[in-house]
């Protein structure tokens, strides 16, 4: 039995946010695979809920008139595991979202609530920041659009107003067009299992496939929100995909990411496989544009 | 005998797979009222007050009890038998809530509430001021003068201390030419995690008390309950439903008492106690973790002079199983690996964590991980094939130990290294993969073990069961060993059906739920034991019912009982076969009989006073990623002599079991606490890195049946056997994939990183420049 002392179940999304202000103290419900748990441990108990989870507008992916890919915030990561249009313009995202937890998780666990939760070891967290994604804010003064990397704040903390929920994740055409990427999740085992060190990379190679046009590296808990790797992707843009670029461009985001040591992971061990992660991920992903390492 | 050594479907398979199958929690009244735990945050301190108005003040909460309402009555909890000699019995160390809370998770107060919400409510509103002592968290820091005392009858913190000698240690270790092989190892704290938290439920009935548990043991934990309630132990009634699975933490009384104590502090109405995931973690029981420190003296020919072993237990905060984990441990080395000169010492320690019990091999895998890591690096010393190794030293056939009567009669270990070897290709594949060189390397190892079967002659062994023959002439049975989920009832079935002279083993009614009022007396499944021990007793009382059954039919059938046997469900007389009465037709009449009637029922206990050897081994193939730290099992084969099968697919199950906990030993599972404060860092399934499917390779299960002398049914132990020797053959594995002998598990990414980093396998320059 949950501690909850209220339940409002939202029917639109002008009605979540009349909830919203309503209740300024109710904590939003989608899946619950997180707030759930929150709440069992004793740390949400006792809270009013707003559940946004029968809001069907906000399910599914589709391309808006831009032809920007739009991910509705109540997708669950099964569905866009196996969306067609995922598949086709952005299938490390689906591949990333199908290594959160077990079945179940993903069958009721949405990208949303992956990214309102602020934690930087969120499967999705990584891929998003790597392709700049867009969050997209419903308030009672109309849509607000954020990078995700503004959109993160700190940890456990994401701009979302008091009058807003968050509706959509949308990936632009500019960020997935002839783009390629590849995650790599650490964990310490192989299912039902939380990032040690998440790792996205995604290229864009010339028509001809000998020059890394573009080259963009994101990780989840190489600090406390998810992060680029500025330094490491200056190294790699304008450059012949070599073995040796890899090194360096492995090499370079040491200076870019700051892991902690936690009882969780030293620093030093989750320094060690970050440059192993980029260095596997950049490859692969080269090899997805069709390239291949010289 | 053809109803044993079939694969049987599972009496229980059908309601099980349909989840009509009845667990304690299936079975508590709606009006139960909640009991929940408040579990001390800190690892030793003296409790000062327990504010409990706040607490009191939550709606739907009944009643606050604390650490200063309880009896002052020490118990002990071990799920042993009762022994008649005082200095054999287990150690009386607890109270119902303590005032001197020794770890981080001991109980301190509880709440009884209408409901579990306002229960939890009650529980984080009560106020507990402590007085902080110093706390010590390493087994062998708590053994130094001056360390913190948990316990004042145990100075330096020493449960318990004994020794074994062998020969002349000191004066072997001198002879010219010795070759030293020296190792400290260390196996973890790691929990049972079966699928069914622990939990009960109790309320009184008249002036008795009535608790229905999650139990693995319900006639001991009549004991303890009485025992904990100053309570005359016919006033307790124990009911055990089926259960999801024990592995030993509930071969101990858990919660039990405090359930029925609290009963009685709210007027005898029904209450509720179920543990959390969280909780079974910290506050139930915990595999002990054992440091070694073993010295092996080789001759440069690979036979071993000397041996001397140190073992290091860390029994938590109270006393639970004790040392008896510990020196089933030690037991193992003398017999393991035979040598003239021996000298074996364990130490079972308190510390501030949580209480140590048993878990699924007692002592045995701690044992077997640290004896197969020393020695294979002493064949490694010796220049020598591992697997040669073994076989030139490891115990031989005919070996006889005098304690327990056990006698090696066949070449177990080697027939089953020898079968282990053929499926894993292991000649061939230790070639290969020694000229390995890159990033991915690959390696095969192997482990062995010994195990006894039941407790004879340390503790009692005893058995007892009762038959009672239906009207259709099909056998109803009841015994004190239980059905925990390993399938027991199903081999009772067939063994009874055999023993009897049944069609079928779907003609033995098993009552699977044990009721101590009604049950006839028996220990419960621990210690690999019951189809062991319960073989006898069946054998016995099937005689006895035979006899019975047999004595009736001489009435009406007018043949001798000499001449008669009961075959397939059918009297038949012996000479020609022919078939006089079904045993439905016997029970008719029987029953019926205007001036006869009897019920053909028969009862009996049979005292076992044998033990027999239970032996295996694992092989174990792993691919290394070096750069990632990660090992990827291959292959995993364990090759068992358990005897006879009574049901091959439920010994092979209970191998897959087995196996499945020695990946997780091995590789990743361990339960951490925070060196500042004794607070356990990752008691929940998130962070405890209990392993998945997905880490499991195929899990290969063989046998070598080598029928058990001593045995009816010639079978022995297979219940723990399979959690053995699994790890350290992972262990061994990757020393042949990579060169690194590491000395602890479990082997995890964080061990690999350092122990690559140490050897040059991997290096960060980054490091050093920072």
């Known amino acids: 039995m949950y501690d909850m002392k209220a339940l409002y179940e939202a029917e639109s999304v002008a009605d979540a946010i009349r909830l919203r202000l309503e209740h300024p103290e109710a904590q939003i419900i989608a899946g619950g695979s997180d707030v759930l748990v929150q709440m069992r441990e004793g740390k949400r108990a006792g809270r009013e809920l707003i559940s946004i989870y029968g809001i069907d507008a906000m399910r599914g992916v589709s391309l808006d008139e831009e032809e920007n890919l739009r991910i509705g915030s109540l997708t669950s990561f099964s569905h866009i595991t196996r969306d067609p249009l995922i598949r086709r313009y952005c299938n490390v995202l689906g591949e990333a979202v199908d290594q959160v937890g077990s079945p179940q998780i993903r069958n009721i666990g949405t990208i949303g609530g992956n990214t309102c939760n602020g934690v930087t070891s969120a499967d999705s967290a990584s891929t998003l920041h790597a392709y700049e994604a867009i969050v997209e804010l419903t308030g009672s003064r109309g849509v607000r659009r954020v990078p995700i990397h503004d959109f993160y704040i700190k940890a456990g903390v994401v701009d979302i107003r008091p009058d807003e929920i968050q509706t959509a994740i949308l990936i632009p055409k500019a960020s997935y067009e002839n783009t390629f990427g590849h995650y790599i999740k650490y964990g310490m085992r192989n299912a039902m299992e939380i990032a040690t060190l998440g790792c996205s990379v995604n290229v864009r190679l010339s028509a001809d496939r000998q020059i890394i046009e573009r080259c963009r590296i994101a990780y989840g808990v190489a600090g406390p929100v998810p992060m680029r790797c500025p330094g490491a992707e200056a190294a790699a843009n304008g450059q012949r995909p070599t073995q040796e670029l890899a090194e360096r461009f492995a090499r370079a985001i040491i200076d870019d990411i700051n892991p902690r040591d936690s009882w969780r992971a030293s620093k030093a061990f989750r320094q060690h496989i970050a440059v192993e992660m980029a260095r596997r991920a950049l490859t692969r992903a080269v090899e997805l544009a069709g390239g291949e390492l010289a | ?770």
């Open chain 2, 1 to 770: 005998m053809n109803k044993v050594g079939r694969s049987e479907i599972r009496v229980d398979a059908f309601d099980k797979a349909c989840g009509r199958t009845q667990y304690y929690e299936d079975r508590i009244p709606a009006n139960a009222l909640y009991v929940r735990i408040k579990h001390a945050e800190i690892a030793h301190a003296l409790v000062r007050s327990v504010d409990t108005s706040a607490a009191e003040a939550v709606p739907g909460v009944v009643k606050v009890l604390t650490c200063f309402d309880v009896p002052d009555i020490p118990f002990p909890t071990a799920g042993h038998p009762w022994s008649m000699d005082p200095a054999h019995q287990d150690v009386a160390d607890r109270l119902l809530l303590n005032r001197h809370v020794r770890y981080w998770g001991d109980e301190v107060a509880v709440v009884i509430a209408e409901n579990e919400v306002a229960a939890n409510r009650g529980v984080r509103a009560l106020q507990v001021e402590y007085e902080p002592l110093p706390f010590v968290l390493d087994v062998q820091k708590a053994m130094e003068d001056g360390a913190p005392q948990l316990h004042e009858r145990f100075p330096n913190n020493i449960l318990k201390h004994t020794s074994s000698r062998l020969g002349d240690y000191a004066a072997a270790i001198r002879e010219p030419g010795l070759i030293k092989v020296e190792g400290w190892y260390d196996t973890p704290t790691v929990q049972h995690c079966h699928i069914e938290n622990h939990g009960c439920f109790a309320w009184q009935e008249g002036d008795r008390l009535v608790v229905v548990s999650s139990t693995q043991i319900p006639h001991i934990v009549r004991r303890v309950v009485a025992q904990a309630l100053g309570r005359p132990w016919g006033d307790v009634e124990i009911i055990k439903p089926y259960i999801g699975g024990g592995f030993g933490n509930k071969q101990d009384a858990l919660y039990e008492p405090l359930c029925a104590w609290c009963s009685t502090q709210v007027g005898g109405r029904c209450v509720r106690l179920d543990c959390s995931r969280e909780e079974t973690f910290v506050s139930n029981r915990v595999r002990h973790a054992i440091r070694f420190h073993i010295v092996t003296w080789l001759r440069p020919d690979g036979t071993i002079a000397a041996r001397k072993t140190e073992s290091y237990s860390d029994q938590g905060a109270y006393a639970s199983h004790g040392h008896s984990i510990a020196a089933k441990g030690m037991g193992s080395f003398p017999q393991h690996y035979p040598c003239p000169n021996m000298e074996c010492d364990a130490w079972t320690v308190f510390t501030n964590k949580p209480t140590a019990g048993a878990m699924r091999g007692y002592g045995m895998p701690q044992a077997s991980f640290a004896d197969e890591c020393n020695i294979e690096d002493c064949a490694w010393a010796a220049g020598m094939d591992p697997y040669e190794f073994r076989k030139k030293n490891i115990m031989p056939q005919g070996f006889h130990d005098n304690f327990s009567g056990n006698t090696n009669y066949y070449d177990s270990f080697r027939q089953c290294m020898a079968k282990g070897a053929a499926y894993i290709d292991y000649e061939r594949k230790r070639k290969e993969y020694a000229a390995d060189t890159g990033n991915i390397r690959r390696g095969v190892g192997m482990a062995t073990f010994w195990y006894n079967t039941a407790v004879y002659p340390i503790s009692l062994e005893t058995s007892s069961n009762r038959m009672s023959l239906n009207l259709d002439g099909t056998v109803t049975f009841q015994c004190g060993e239980t059905e925990i989920g390993q399938g027991a009832d199903t081999a009772f079935s067939q063994m009874v059906a055999e023993a009897v002279g049944l069609k079928s083993y779907r003609d033995v009614h098993v009552k699977s739920c044990q009721d101590t009022d009604i049950t006839p007396t028996g220990l419960g499944a621990y210690a690999s034991r019951q189809t062991y021990v319960a073989g006898f007793s069946i054998w016995q009382t099937a005689d006895l019912l035979r006899e019975k059954i047999l004595q009736y039919a001489n009435e009406i059938t007018r043949q001798a009982v000499a001449c008669m046997d009961i075959v397939d469900g059918n009297i038949i007389r012996k000479e020609d076969g022919a078939v006089l009465m079904s045993l439905g037709e016997l029970a008719m009449a029987a029953q019926y009989n205007p001036v006869h009637s009897e019920h053909l029922t028969a009862e009996s206990t049979y005292t076992i006073r044998n033990n027999a050897y239970s032996f295996g081994c694992t092989f174990a193939e792993v691919e290394v990623d070096i750069a990632m730290c990660k090992v990827t099992l291959k292959n995993i084969v364990n090759v068992h002599d358990c005897g006879r099968l009574i049901n091959p697919a439920l010994a092979a199950a209970q191998v897959h079991g087995g196996m499945s906990m020695a990946i997780g030993y091995g590789l990743s599972e361990q339960l951490l606490f925070d060196p500042k404060t004794g607070k356990p860092l990752n008691g929940n399934l998130l962070d405890y890195k209990l392993s998945t499917f997905m880490d499991h390779p195929h899990l290969e299960a063989e046998f070598v049946e080598n029928a058990e002398p001593t045995s009816p049914f010639g079978t022995k132990a297979l219940g723990e056997p399979p959690a053995c020797s699994g790890a350290p053959a992972i262990r061994n594995a990757i020393l042949q994939a990579t060169g690194v002998a590491i000395d602890r598990n479990p082997i995890t990414p964080h061990v690999l990183f350092a122990e690559f980093t140490k050897a040059g396998l991997i290096h960060d320059d980054w490091r050093e420049e920072a």
